[in-house]
C-alpha cells in the first residue's frame, strides 16, 4: 500500500497564496508560472495520494512561483519588432522570424506568434516563429506574421510575406543522363578552339556549335589541351535539334 503524505503545510500556503497574488497585478508571463505550481498543488492535495516528499516538492515549486511574480507596474513595454520585415518565400519552403521586445523594466521578450492571410491549412506558423508555406499555397498569397508581447498584448509587430512559385533545383551537368533539353551543357566553359581553328582568346556559347546543329554527321569539337577533344553528341532515343545535345570526350 503506497503510504500518503501530510499536506496541511502545502493547504495552508494554497489558501494563503491564492487570494494575495491576483493576475491583474503581475506580467502575464511570471503569473503564469506560479499559477501552473499553484494548481499542480492543488490537484495533488485534491488526489489526496502523494507522499510527503512530493509534498514537499510541491510547495517549493509554489514558493518559487510566489518569489518569480514581477508587478505590472514594474516595467513598459516600448515596441515590439520582427525581423525579417519582409520575405518572400516559395512555396513547400519555410522561414525563421525572430522578435525583439524593447522597453525599461523587468519584462519578457516571449511573444505570441501569428499568422493570417493563407489560403491552405499547411501553410502554418510555429510557437517559435517559423513559418512554413504549404506547396500548394497560391502564388503571390500575401501572409501575415505577428508577433504580440505576452506581458503587454497592445504591443505588437507584424512582418509582409509574397508567396513564390517553388523553385526547381538546378540540373547537375556532371550527369548527362539527368540533363533535359533546356539545360546548357556548357555552363562556365571556355572555348580555346572550333572547328580545329585555334579562337586566340575569343570565347562565346555560339563557338560551340558549327551551325549544323540538326546534321548528324557533323561534330561539335573543341580542344581542350590535353590531347582530347571534347564534343557534343545526340541524346540517347532523341532526333536531333537544338537543346539535346550532352557531353564527350575521345583521344584525338
Known amino acids: 500500500m503506497r503510504y500518503r503524505g501530510n499536506s496541511q503545510r502545502l493547504a495552508e500556503l494554497c489558501a ?17 508560472a506560479y499559477k501552473s505550481a499553484l494548481d499542480a498543488a492543488k ?35 516600448n515596441e515590439v519588432t520582427v525581423s525579417p520585415a519582409t520575405a518572400q518565400v516559395a512555396q513547400g519552403k519555410t522561414q525563421q522570424f525572430t522578435a525583439q521586445v524593447t522597453g525599461t523594466g523587468s519584462f519578457s521578450q516571449n511573444v505570441t506568434w501569428e499568422l493570417s492571410g493563407n489560403n491552405q491549412e499547411g501553410t502554418s506558423l510555429s510557437e517559435s516563429g517559423l513559418l512554413t508555406v504549404a506547396a500548394d499555397e ?38 548527362p543522363d539527368d540533363l533535359d533539353t533546356e539545360t546548357n551543357v556548357a555552363l562556365n566553359a571556355q572555348v580555346i ?18 551551325g549544323a546543329m540538326t546534321d548528324l554527321n557533323t561534330d561539335k569539337w573543341c580542344v581542350d589541351g590535353k590531347r582530347h577533344v571534347g564534343g557534343f553528341r545526340h541524346r540517347h532515343g532523341e532526333e536531333p535539334g537544338e537543346g539535346n545535345f550532352v557531353p564527350r570526350r575521345r583521344k584525338r
Not at 487570494?19 to 508571463?29: I, L, N, R, S, V
Not at 578552339?193 to 558549327?210: H, I, Q, T, V, W
Open 138 to 175: 497560391p502564388v503571390g498569397t500575401t501572409l501575415t506574421v505577428l508577433a504580440r508581447s505576452l506581458d503587454d498584448e497592445t504591443k505588437t509587430a507584424s512582418a509582409t510575406v509574397t508567396v513564390t512559385e517553388e523553385s526547381v533545383e538546378p540540373t547537375d551537368p556532371t550527369e
Open 43 to 77: 490537484a495533488a492535495m485534491e488526489a489526496d495520494d502523494s507522499s510527503n516528499y512530493e509534498y514537499e516538492q510541491l510547495r517549493i515549486a509554489l514558493e518559487a512561483g510566489v518569489r518569480g511574480l514581477v508587478l505590472s507596474s514594474a516595467f513598459v513595454i
Open 193 to 210: 578552339a572550333y572547328n580545329g581553328n585555334n579562337l586566340g582568346g575569343a570565347s562565346g556559347p555560339e563557338k560551340l556549335f558549327d
Open 16 to 32: 494563503t497564496f491564492e487570494p494575495m497574488y491576483q493576475e491583474a497585478d503581475y506580467t502575464k508571463a511570471s503569473f503564469a
